[in-house]
């Protein structure tokens, strides 16, 4: 596992990042084992190194499957590669659904699209969900895929993997650890601590049965601004530390339309200068989809827009502006996501992305209005404690983050310690729910207005 630069060190984000990829490439190239797994924080560039892994394995005639999580990440990789080489022939394998693609991908010339392997055979690349490629018969191949490329690898179960094992040879895996654990409708309490757990992670089931795989870890978070990265490193990423890809006075968020004096505006002016804002209601227990805390959420939104913000990074010399389709708000649930939608619709804004964690997760935006998990509850139950839930909600904006919460959450942690079972053989996940949120806490505390609606 690589290191993080000792303190105090020059530390070029570029030169770092550029060092870490050409070593997972060496890897994954050259190397004699059958894995190569990649840790990568929030924004490192995960998408960006699988495109760049697919093409130089093409390059070196070594056709490959790649392995992704939903339809919607495969056909941002699709689009990604056609981007980057458009000469290069790529596979698109999907289901028989109706509309199982982006219809984007009918404009590609150098794209294949089909529902069989088969017909696919022969491509460079060839790219699918793993709920796909799980009813690709192995048997029927005239040979395996000497290399796979797995996506999100930390989102897919073992169980996924297994199932499609047979099809390649050797793989390259690329997560994000601090992301949500893998989803199961169904409790796998039965199958805790068992080396073959079907509903852990693929990472976590090839390292406990191969440890002596290459690990490697992609170092900067380009997405994160020097604000954030420090905090989310530190809470949710204490075993593989990264940094954020610019500076202090790389990026900044101007309104020109200034305060009314608004608890949401004081909260929007304090995250576009701080990165951070708490806008904190008044302690209470609500019902989840809490009145109060969604309509402040639509307020903060309608704000943002009608102040005519403006965001300079070092993408460009202009200010872009801070359009509807650069914001997102996040929360835990889906009646939430729900509620918060009819309340912008309310205030006449439509084009917001409200979403779940969940849903959200791999998304990128200028700015975040997040519902904080714990916001109005009587307790704190372990759904609500996942420390990926918080991880991802946090982790999606490129300048700012505003969290609405109400008062009352680090004593609802302090009534409320942790009651799971602990169960042999099981790795525990760390830092927890509970260290991760008061660590969040304590540094939004420091950026906390207090308003009473």
Not at 47 to 66: C, H, K, Q
Not at 168 to 183: I, K, N, S, T, Y
Request: net charge negative.
């Amino acid at each position: 596992m690589q290191l993080a630069p000792p303190a105090g060190a020059s530390f070029d984000p570029g030169a770092e990042a550029a060092r870490a990829t050409e070593a997972i490439l060496h890897d994954t190239l050259h190397g004699t084992h059958r894995g190569v797994v990649v840790d990568s924080p929030p924004g490192a560039g995960k998408s960006t190194l699988v495109v760049r892994a697919a093409r130089e394995l093409a390059a070196a005639g070594r056709p490959l499957m790649v392995i992704a999580q939903t339809n919607a990440q495969v056909d941002d990789l699709v689009l990604r590669l056609a981007e980057k080489d458009p000469e290069l022939p790529v596979g698109r394998l999907h289901s028989s659904d109706p509309d199982p693609y982006d219809k984007a991908l009918d404009d590609l010339a150098n794209v294949r699209k089909s529902t069989k392997a088969g017909d696919l055979a022969g491509l460079d690349v060839v790219i699918s969900t793993a709920a796909k490629w799980a009813h690709v018969d192995a048997g029927q191949l005239d040979a395996p895929w000497g290399h796979a490329i797995v996506d999100e690898a930390y989102q897919m179960r073992s169980d996924a993997l297994l199932a499609v094992a047979g099809l390649f040879e050797r793989a390259l895996f690329v997560g994000d650890p601090g992301q949500l654990d893998p989803f199961s409708i169904v409790g796998a309490e039965q199958w805790a601590g068992l080396s073959y757990d079907p509903s852990a992670s693929a990472v976590a089931t090839l390292l406990a049965h191969n440890p002596e795989l290459p690990q490697h870890r992609l170092p900067v978070s380009w997405r994160l601004p020097a604000s954030a990265a420090p905090l989310v490193s530190d809470a949710f990423y204490p075993y593989t530390p990264f940094r954020s890809g610019t500076g202090p006075g790389d990026r900044s968020l101007n309104f020109a339309v200034p305060s009314d004096g608004s608890g949401p505006d004081r909260v929007i002016d304090e995250a576009a200068e701080a990165g951070w804002g708490l806008l904190e209601l008044p302690a209470r227990n609500t019902p989840r989809t809490d009145p109060e805390a969604v309509r402040a959420l639509a307020q903060v939104v309608r704000r943002l827009l009608d102040r005519g913000g403006a965001a300079t990074s070092e993408r460009g010399p202009d200010p872009a502006p801070l359009t509807a389709d650069r914001i997102a708000v996040g929360t835990a649930h889906r009646d939430q996501a729900a509620a918060v939608r009819a309340a912008l619709a309310d205030l006449g804004v439509m084009d917001v992305t409200v979403d779940t964690a969940n849903r959200l997760q791999g998304r990128e935006y200028d700015v975040t209005v997040v519902l904080h998990p714990l916001s109005g509850r009587p307790d704190a139950t372990a759904f609500h404690l996942e420390t990926g839930r918080l991880c991802v909600l946090a982790s999606r904006h490129r300048h700012a983050c505003i969290v609405v919460c109400r008062a009352g959450v680090g004593t609802l942690l302090d009534d409320h310690p942790s009651t799971e079972p602990v169960q042999l053989g099981v790795t525990v996940k760390f830092p927890d729910g509970w260290e991760a949120n008061h660590a969040v806490l304590s540094r939004l505390a420091e950026h906390r207005v207090a308003w009473r609606p």
